[in-house]
């Protein structure tokens, strides 16, 4: 896959999840739906490209230890998520109106465990990944210094909640794309 292809991709697919998010809830409620599914399909497409996203930061930041330990955070974070979309998916498809979905993810986030790895603390780690990883690029100079506050803004705005993702998926974009340039190595990946 080209990686120029995840950089750009992954921000606008979290933009379109967004902006979906924002029609499905003009009726005054989110789901079920075509507008819930295929947000959430965008936002599952999202996170499968956020994969090569940090196995290319890794490499930027030079393969060592602390790159990959970060990675690692960021990728458990993005399957964290991508539990949840699911989830979210399997729920939308199954209920026949938005109460039946309440009541599916009650059942859903009662069983032990899930509510803190999938809904709450497991999905902050890719957000916190994408954090380190981009402000060891930018001290490393191995990108330009605006791209990790792009990063950074985007990370603090997400955490205002979902009515913040368009934000979050603009800043995203700006920080990541279009980004890394073919070839480029950690000295050289000043886009």
């Not at 029609?23 to 956020?50: K, M, N, V």
């Not at 030079?62 to 979309?85: H, K, Y």
């Not at 930018?138 to 330009?144: H, L, T």
Request: glycine share 10%; charged share 10%.
């Amino acid at each position: 896959m080209n990686k120029a292809f995840a950089f750009t991709t992954a921000p606008l697919l979290v933009t379109a999840y967004a902006g979906l998010r924002v029609l499905d809830g003009l009726d005054g409620e989110r789901g079920p739906g075509p507008a819930w599914t295929t947000g959430h399909l965008a936002f599952l497409a999202a996170l499968i490209l956020f994969v090569p996203v940090f196995l290319e930061l890794r490499r930027l930041a030079g393969r060592g230890p602390f790159a990959t330990a970060t990675a690692v955070v960021g990728l458990v974070g993005a399957v964290c998520t991508m539990a949840q979309i699911s989830l979210d998916i399997a729920v939308g498809a199954l209920a026949a109106d938005h109460g039946a979905m309440r009541g599916m993810f009650a059942e859903i986030q009662s069983v032990p465990g899930v509510n803190v790895v999938v809904y709450t603390v497991g999905p902050v780690l890719l957000f916190l990944g994408l954090l380190v990883l981009f402000c060891q690029l930018a001290v490393a100079r191995a990108v330009p210094v605006w791209r990790a506050v792009a990063v950074v803004l985007a990370v603090l705005v997400s955490l205002l909640g979902l009515d913040a993702l368009p934000a979050v998926g603009l800043l995203l974009y700006a920080g990541l794309a279009p980004f890394p340039r073919r070839g480029a190595s950690p000295a050289t990946a000043h886009s």
